[in-house]
């Protein structure tokens, strides 16, 4: 994702941002008002859509639901919309998303993980990568958006001040909580672990810790 930076120019993207906005009503998307209405389909009522959005996306959320991190998310406005962006995915992608969602939870797979340094170890690892896309996709948002326009909703219609960095704000919960429960450096060196994943994962404390302060500080 880094390479963006080089390949795509901050400054040029809004030239065509205005076009993969979605058919939302009122303040969604201005051009469209009353939604669409398309001739000859169904009762050829106003529909609406959202636009474009990385939501759509179908790696991050199975992850989420995977390392039950979904299940952490506040009960609020944003989450609904978070959620609502299923509907856009194929029906097979949404239906296997679900399933993986429901089968972790059966299965406890955060609760498992936590019962063994190893494998604490691991899902630390795993939940970081998500931290670290979404922290990405923080930092875009911030260069390519928010820096250059004062529109306040994303292209898919969510609040973009506050969608992004609550998502974000609960995979560090999650890292933050699991990384509280493993023991120290010193006691994982007594318990066997591999040297290698123990300097991974005290690289991931790090990030978490440095993670959680700048996102106080922003918002």
């Known amino acids: 994702m880094d390479t963006m930076w080089g390949h795509s120019k901050p400054a040029d993207y809004l030239k065509f941002r205005s076009f993969i906005f979605g058919t939302a009503p009122k303040e969604g998307n201005p051009m469209f008002p009353d939604g669409v209405t398309y001739e000859g389909v169904g009762d050829e009522k106003p529909t609406y859509f959202r636009g474009e959005?990385?939501?759509?996306?179908?790696?991050?959320?199975?992850?989420?639901?995977?390392?039950?991190?979904?299940?952490?998310?506040?009960?609020?406005?944003?989450?609904?919309?978070?959620?609502?962006?299923r509907r856009y995915r194929p029906t097979t992608q949404?239906?296997?998303?679900?399933?993986v969602e429901e089968r972790a939870g059966l299965a406890r797979v955060k609760g498992f993980a936590f019962q063994d340094p190893k494998s604490l170890s691991l899902y630390i690892l795993n939940v970081d990568q998500i931290r670290e896309f979404r922290d990405r996709h923080w930092r875009f948002t911030k260069e390519y958006i928010i820096r250059r326009s004062s529109y306040s909703l994303a292209t898919g219609g969510s609040p973009i001040l506050k969608y992004l960095p609550q998502n974000l704000r609960t995979v560090v919960n999650v890292l933050d909580e699991?990384?509280?429960?493993?023991?120290?450096?010193?006691?994982l060196h007594t318990q066997g672990l591999d040297e290698e994943l123990i300097q991974k994962v005290e690289a991931c404390r790090q990030r978490s810790t440095i993670q959680k302060r700048v996102l106080e500080r922003e918002m």
Do not use: H, W
């Open 94 to 99: 949404r239906e296997y998303i679900a399933s």
């Open 178 to 187: 699991a990384c509280s429960a493993l023991p120290s450096t010193p006691q």
């Open 53 to 85: 959005s990385g939501a759509n996306d179908s790696m991050i959320p199975l992850g989420d639901n995977l390392l039950e991190i979904t299940a952490k998310l506040p009960k609020n406005e944003l989450t609904t919309v978070l959620r609502d962006f």
